[in-house]
């Protein structure tokens, strides 16, 4: 088996390099409206991403790219078996923009499109979160451990903690089904629902046992990728929010602390329609949908 923590570690340093130079150094106000009022791009996000691409091609020249901003700009967006690196420059350009200090770089790599690492640097904490296939997940060199809440939720509830999606749509049909799910998991006496405004962010924080479960509909691969595979190699699942297999194309991800939890949340909530990211035009009538 191909071992990849050369590359693990090339993405690692210039996570942080770009982070440096690009995230940290810039303070962000002209910014352009994508898909709704709450999908913005900056300069730097188009930025950051023309640093990593350009230092991953430069070093690994056969390698290929999906990356939110190239995508954005016009690029196919089609994942191969070839090494493919997934990037999301700035995961939580809403909260760069207003300075709320949550805001990370994604990487992911997949090989026969399997995920073979995910990096999540969370730039302002200075947190690095990482896992590589069978290797386990770590934040800053220390092994994380998901929070092993097992069982019917039912039971568990009063000891769990949710963290959601942030609410980036206008769509009147997407924004009544996040709303109405967030109720029907409020009817569980939990003890909180958080958001951070990065979903890279806020799914690592199921990795790190501080949240049980989290769930989100209408992001895309480069928000979740490598957030994915520090989630599962912590101990803790993902699944689609209809309970079937993860697929980082669906644009529907839940991620538990344990298969019971993860089960539970699918039987809960409700999605609604948005084309795949790997499909042009599905035909599922979704519009503005993030
Ligand atoms: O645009 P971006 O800041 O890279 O990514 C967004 C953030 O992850 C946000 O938390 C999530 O709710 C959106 O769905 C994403 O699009
Ligand atoms: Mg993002
Ligand atoms: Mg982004």
Known sequence: MADWTDCLNFGISIAKQASEVGVMATNENAVKLKSSPADLVTETDQRVEKILISAI???YPQHRFIGEESVAAGE?????????WIIDPIDGTVNFVHRFPFVAISIAF??????QFGIVYSCVEDKLFYAQRGGGAFLNGEPLHASGQQGDITRVTSHMCYITHDIMSRDDVALSTMTSNIR??????VHGVRALGTAAVDMCQVATGGADAYYHIGMHCWDIAASAIIVQEAGGVVMDTDGSEFDMMSRRVIAASSAAVADRIAQVIQAFPCCRDDEDNCGCGATGVN
Not at 110 to 115: D, G, K, L, M, W
Not at 184 to 189: D, E, H, T, V
């Open 57 to 59: 091609r430069n070093r």
């Open 76 to 84: 196919h967006l089609e994942l191969t078996d070839s090494p493919t």
């Open 110 to 115: 997949t090989v026969n499109r399997q995920t």
């Open 184 to 189: 029907r998991l409020l009817q569980f006496p």
